[in-house]
């Protein structure tokens, strides 16, 4: 199985400031089509995930444009260039190109 | 809008057997790939079984390969996991998701609101 790593597992960020959260996998993500197959999700306090990013750098539908993803092969990157109140939550990277699907550890984020 | 409730969840004693459904709607659900995901109290994701947009191909976690079944009613628009021989450490909310699948990889999860099995004598 792929092996996610993320870190830091927790992040206490100050509104208006940036974050970065990284994601490691223990095999290549990146594919010959040049798709990395790897989401970020968030998941807030009593709900169920929600997805941010996908294929490595593509925002989801809806997701502020705060939020960037980035990175190649078995080395990612989740940005937010300024934190906002509402971005506390648990975030996870994911990858799907080889099953099981498997998860990194999550990273929390809290506000200061 | 993608819509996905379950339902089915409960409290079953181990060894017992227990069926979640997944209701889909806002999306042709003939057309996706399904899964099913779950995470324990105060855990994380894990991932337990897919199923192709026409039933032709399965797939399961190891942790429950053997016990639990997924299935799907495109007719009705619904997503089945049966379990069987649960067993405590099955205990979790278990939420269905539509995957993407390009005849590469999986991506691009949109997720129900879970529901809760508690597996306890």
């Known amino acids: 199985d792929i092996v996610m790593t993320q870190s830091p597992l927790s992040l206490t960020v100050t509104p208006g400031e940036p974050a970065s959260i990284s994601c490691r996998s223990s095999?290549?993500?990146?594919?010959?089509?040049?798709?990395?197959?790897l989401d970020w999700y968030l998941q807030k306090p009593g709900q169920s995930p929600l997805l941010l990013i996908y294929?490595?750098?593509t925002r989801a539908s809806g997701v502020p444009e705060r939020f960037s993803g980035s990175g190649s092969g078995t080395d990612f990157t989740l940005k937010i260039n300024r934190v906002e109140a509402e971005d506390v939550g648990i975030y996870y990277c994911m990858q799907a190109l080889q099953t099981p699907a498997t998860f990194g550890q999550g990273t929390k984020l809290e506000i200061k | 809008q993608v819509q996905l409730v379950e339902s089915g969840g409960g409290v079953v004693q181990p060894g017992r057997s227990l069926r979640l459904s997944c209701v889909a709607s806002?999306?042709?659900?003939?057309?996706?790939?399904m899964h099913w995901v779950r995470q324990a109290p105060g855990k994380g994701l894990e991932w337990v079984a897919l199923i192709w947009h026409d039933g032709g191909h399965k797939e399961y976690a190891d942790s429950v390969k053997g016990r639990f079944t997924i299935s799907r009613d495109n007719s009705k628009n619904t997503l089945n996991l049966e379990m069987s021989s649960l067993r405590v450490e099955d205990t979790a909310v278990y939420y269905c998701?539509?995957?993407?699948?390009?005849?590469?990889?999986?991506?691009?999860?949109?997720w129900g609101q879970g529901t809760l099995v508690a597996v306890s004598s």
């Open positions: 095999q290549s993500l990146l594919h010959r089509n040049r798709q990395n197959y």
């Open positions: 998701a539509r995957g993407n699948y390009d005849s590469v990889g999986y991506y691009h999860f949109n």
């Open positions: 294929l490595g750098s």
């Open positions: 806002g999306f042709p659900f003939s057309s996706y790939v």
